[in-house]
């Protein structure tokens, strides 16, 4: 006798499968160093380029609290679209590449955690920084760096 999932499996299950959906491509498997951008990540960026700046226009001229949260998250939409492009190449990566991707990332999210909380508690002090001018530049070349020293290590 078969038996018959839950609707919170069946649920959970298509949802994985969504998931796997979205984040699956058929990619080619690299070898020795990642794939440089393609044509749809640098139409992403240009897009969330534009995105930016018309938020910054846009928010100085809408009054009302709601056009003025559509304006505020709409460069959301193409950070998402990079996210989405970012997961489907590393998975096409080979075992290697995918590890080193892995390091480099956990190190940013760590340093940048550890940032964050440390500009903070300095706010608590009285200390005026802005965390998200720093990371705005930081995050990437801190990225760059721990994939630097990843590749170094497991070369």
Known sequence: MVRQPSP??????ALQRGLF????VAMPVT??????ASRGTLGWLLAYVLSLVVSHIGLRHASPALPRIGIA???L?????LAVLSVRRVLGMDELERR???VALAVT???TWLALGTCWMLAHAGVALD???IGFLGIPVLYLLARHGARRRYA
């Open 100 to 102: 080193l991707e892995v």
């Open 109 to 111: 999210a760590l340093v």
């Open 77 to 81: 939409v193409p950070v998402v679209a």
């Open 73 to 75: 998250l709409l460069p």
């Open 31 to 36: 070898r020795g160093r990642a794939r440089p």
């Open 8 to 13: 919170r499996e069946a649920v959970g299950d």
């Open 21 to 24: 959906r979205l984040f699956s």
């Open 131 to 133: 965390p998200a001018r």
